[in-house]
Nanobody, 128 residues
Framework: EVQLVESGGGLVRTGGSLRLSCAFS????????IGWFREVPGKEREGLSC????????YVAHAVKDRFTISTDNAKNTVYLVMDGLKPEDTAVYHC?????????????????????WGQGTQVTVSS
């Protein structure tokens, strides 16, 4: 059974940083795409970043590419999202996702597909 567990959210002031963690388990193959998206009530989900576990290739959305960094520690089965220079508009519930890599969905199109798995989310609140 695939499981994704996010952690690391919290309350931070404008300009601060957070590191979100996504611990994943239950995969039977090595070529997955682990990603992060965020949700704000009343808005569409926003895909932020993803990483391919087999080769470490990454994608970061243009809107956050100067502030967010994704990485993976495969030994710990954990993907991290480091968020710097946080702004009040970054306030959201952040979810990690997992999908078997599909060549029809290159990383920059990763968030256009239905996600196979996602976690319960972690709340990030940025105060002004």
């Amino acid at each position: 059974e695939v499981q994704l567990v996010e952690s690391g959210g919290g309350l931070v002031r404008t300009g601060g940083s957070l590191r979100l963690s996504c611990a994943f388990s239950g995969f039977h193959f090595e070529d997955y795409v682990i990603g992060w998206f965020r949700e704000v009530p009343g808005k569409e989900r926003e895909g932020l970043s993803c990483i391919r576990t087999s080769d470490g290739s990454t994608y970061v959305a243009h809107a956050v590419k100067d502030r967010f960094t994704i990485s993976t520690d495969n030994a710990k089965n954990t993907v991290y999202l480091v968020m710097d220079g946080l702004k009040p508009e970054d306030t959201a519930v952040y979810h990690c996702t997992a999908d078997l890599y599909n060549p029809l969905f290159p990383l920059d199109l990763w968030d256009t597909q239905p996600f196979d798995y996602w976690g319960q989310g972690t709340q990030v609140t940025v105060s002004s």
